[in-house]
């Protein structure tokens, strides 16, 4: 038997909602479990149990997982207090709930992974996977070859050193040096701070590839469905 997870988390796995939707509407009375109202989010329960919401039984979604080509300007988020638009605008035209697997920040463009597989998002997400993400940087001031050899090295930040990054010089251009850098961790705004570490400034940075799959031809803003060889290839990536 299956530990049992949380109301919120059911209703989420579920497909319905995210777990902050969850909780707003269980705590509402709009959830019933076995036939009975709960308004406690975290109360546990089996995954076997029948849920209901607003009178509707609810069952397992398809799995989904998506890609993602996030333009600058959006946040990786389900809402925004201050309205800025976010991936879930993008999403015309998907009826599951899917999550992002991972973050960009604001200012960075490129793939993102979604799905509402919780399995698959937290296997792909795991440190302990060191599942490789590739980015394509523009860097200002240039960066010299003592720079870049720090960046391979892996600099020391704020929280501590990182882990030996790949780094291809692609060229300069005025005052702008171009690089693909390959991290296989995920801290927050890591690849800015390895930069600003170095003694440059990100300019622009985008993310072409996590693990075996690629960005590809797919324009700013669209979606698409991973096909089932590339789902096959990240598997066997984070299962290594």
Known sequence: MSAPHELERLLSKAGACSRVEARERIRAGRVRVDGRVVRDPA???ASSVRLELDGEPLRAAMRRYLALHKPRGYLTTRRDPQGRPTVYDLLEGLEEFVVPVGRLDLETSGLLLLTNDTLFSDRVTDP?????K???????????ELALQRLRAGPRLSDGPTRPARVEKLGDRGPVTRLLVSIDEGRNRQVRRML???GSRVQ???RISIGPLELG???PGKWRELEAGELRALRAAVAR
């Open 196 to 198: 600003e570490a170095v």
């Open 134 to 144: 590739t980015y394509r940087v523009e860097a200002r001031p240039r960066l010299d």
């Open 217 to 219: 031809e797919l324009a």
């Open 128 to 132: 302990a996977s060191h599942l490789s």
């Open 43 to 45: 109360r546990r329960f």
């Open 204 to 206: 622009k940075l985008a």
